[in-house]
């Protein structure tokens, strides 16, 4: 692994669940006791407060997706790039800090949504709506 290291775009996704994966564990080690202490609620949040927080995180993500496409636009125009199938040149490590941001925001609100279904659904619906959840779920990761 040297400068000239590169990573294949279509495995940019790998980003997106190592990030959900370490914001998971953060989340629950870290932020919920501490959170915990103020509110008196043993989630720490509640889970419509835990979507909104994944929803805000999936806002900023799509502002910091618009920068890294304005970013890249300019670069196309700086160099004289107008037709498609040209290589606009940039590393693609621009593109990781919306998937990281992903997978955070994901952190929350999937969690919350799993969480939400499991704890509102009456017995015989459980099984249906936790298989709705992790198909839509997946869903989004390999899309």
Partial sequence: MGPNFEIPP?????????S??????????LFVPF??????NPRGITMLQQMIVGLIIHIITMIVVCLAER?????????GIYKPGKIVPLRIYILLPQFVLMGVGDCFVEVAKFE????QARKGMKSLKTAYIMTSF???IFS
């Fill in 71 to 79: 970013y890249r636009l300019s670069v196309a125009k700086d160099h």
């Fill in 20 to 29: 959900m994966l370490i914001s998971l564990a953060i989340y629950d080690r």
């Fill in 138 to 140: 997946w869903h989004r």
């Fill in 10 to 18: 279509t495995s940019l996704s790998v980003f997106r669940t190592i």
């Fill in 116 to 119: 939400f279904f499991y704890n």
């Fill in 35 to 40: 959170v915990r202490k103020y509110t008196k």
